[in-house]
């Protein structure tokens, strides 16, 4: 399957602190790209990552992308409570469509 | 917030019956893809439009057709409903260019069946 699996399925954490998230997954990639989404909402792009990057940086977020691993991580610093949120890695393969995994849960204490 | 809309928010309809979703993509964007969210689970492509033509389609039945209008806004529609078709549905739109280009997320509208 070319769906991306996310690492922890949950994660709670004090504000300030840092968040790192990863995702796995089996197949040759075009690009992996992450978003967030708020209570069953709409889903909101973060950051986008080629198969031929290997880190990017947007603001608080830093992404890093393994290829031969086969992995990509996300880091949120100085983590707010705003950050509460479902986090979902969505994978661009051969398809030309994107496939989302099932996402992670994070949870940002004041 | 995206420049993209969805209509109805929130809709209930019971099994058997038939329902249209609509979507007002970001303006400029020529593409459509709408994807199903069951509860707790990541979203799930249903097809995409380009152009007023579909352009890809995932793993549903026949019984999810759309639609994409000349002014790029699109319709989801689903007929003979089942209970498992409750969900989030999300239309998501792209701008002109290459495939890896970023998708641009409704706020969903969320239905329930009966």
């Known amino acids: 399957s070319q769906q991306g699996e996310e690492d922890p399925q949950a994660l709670s954490i004090q504000e300030g602190e840092n968040a790192t998230m990863n995702c796995s997954y089996k197949?040759?990639?075009?690009?992996l790209q992450w978003y967030r989404q708020n209570s069953g909402r709409g889903l909101v792009h973060l950051i986008l990552?080629?198969?031929?990057?290997r880190e990017k940086h947007s603001g608080r977020l830093r992404v890093t992308l393994d290829t031969s691993k086969k992995s990509s991580s996300l880091l949120i610093t100085a983590s707010r409570a705003a950050d509460t949120a479902s986090y979902f890695c969505?994978?661009?393969?051969?398809?030309?469509?994107?496939?989302f995994g099932k996402g992670m849960k994070l949870t940002v204490n004041p | 917030e995206t420049g993209v809309t969805q209509s109805p928010t929130h809709l209930i309809k019971t099994r058997g019956q038939q329902v249209t979703l609509r979507c007002s993509s970001q303006?400029?964007?020529?593409?459509v893809s709408w994807y199903q969210q069951a509860l707790g689970q990541g979203p799930q492509f249903i097809f995409q439009?380009?152009?007023?033509?579909?352009?890809g389609r995932g793993n549903f039945p026949p019984r999810f057709s759309g639609l994409q209008f000349p002014n790029y806004s699109s319709e989801l529609n689903v007929n003979a409903l089942e209970l498992d078709d409750s969900a989030l549905y999300l239309c998501?739109?792209?701008?002109?260019?290459?495939?890896?280009?970023?998708?641009?997320f409704g706020p969903g509208t969320r239905l329930l069946v009966l």
């Open positions: 998501a739109s792209s701008p002109p260019g290459g495939r890896e280009e970023t998708q641009y």
């Open positions: 197949t040759s990639i075009n690009n």
């Open positions: 990552i080629r198969s031929n990057e």
């Open positions: 969505a994978l661009l393969g051969g398809s030309e469509k994107l496939v």
């Open positions: 303006s400029g964007h020529n593409t």
């Open positions: 439009y380009y152009r007023e033509e579909e352009n």
